[in-house]
């Protein structure tokens, strides 16, 4: 069995400035392409708001800089990462570029998982993080209202240590964000009730 090469981050700048893709979103995983289609809008709304949240905390008290969704972090020669949200510390930061992608790990990665992510996947996706150098990362199920807290295992014998929340548990970091606390609860609040079926548009047809 041949194995496959794997896509450099060079290969993968040259690949987003072909003209079809200008309008596409990809992440780079270990040399594997992944394309990034648009979220479903529960995730959407809970990415926007843990931002909010986060910059508000991180902006008061001048800890650094909270990136969004579109945020490109280059972690290795394979690895081209794009979180939903991220915190880097001020002390790890000269300035920052007018272009280009960062070419750090942040210190916490948060990535909110869509019905369609597995478990499984994100969890080897949370893995490669810490092992690229990512202090800790936030897994965030809104369709299960629960989330995961990721970090090296300081015994060495696992990739990660997971930590399990429930929506009587809060998001916290006395490592990396003392002081900062947010209830699942208050997160996966949006002031509007959480439907379990998509809205069924109606055809021209059926209107008629």
């Avoid at 902006?59 to 915190?87: H, I, K, N, Y």
Wanted: aromatic share 6%.
């Amino acid at each position: 069995m041949i194995a496959r090469e794997k896509m450099t981050v060079a290969d993968f700048e040259a690949l987003l400035a072909l003209p079809e893709n200008a309008h596409k979103r990809f992440e780079l995983l270990n040399g594997e392409l992944r394309e990034m289609t648009p979220a479903s809008q529960l995730p959407t709304i809970i990415g926007v708001e843990i931002v909010t949240y986060l910059r508000a905390f991180v902006r008061e008290r001048g800890l650094g800089v909270v990136t969004g969704a579109d945020g490109g972090f280059q972690l290795s020669p394979v690895d081209l990462l794009v979180p939903d949200a991220a915190f880097i510390a001020k002390d790890r930061l000269q300035g920052v570029r007018k272009r280009g992608f960062f070419q750090l790990a942040p210190d916490l990665a948060i990535e909110v998982v869509s019905p369609s992510d597995s478990v499984t996947a994100m969890q080897r996706k949370a893995a490669r993080y810490l092992a690229l150098g990512v202090r800790e990362v936030w897994l965030i199920y809104p369709s299960e209202r629960r989330a995961d807290l990721c970090f090296p295992d300081p015994s060495g014998e696992s990739d990660m240590r997971v930590k399990q929340l429930n929506i009587d548990d809060a998001l916290e970091s006395a490592a990396l964000l003392p002081g900062f606390r947010l209830p699942l609860a208050t997160l996966f609040d949006i002031g509007l009730p959480i439907l379990d079926e998509p809205e069924e548009t109606e055809t021209a047809d059926e209107r008629s």
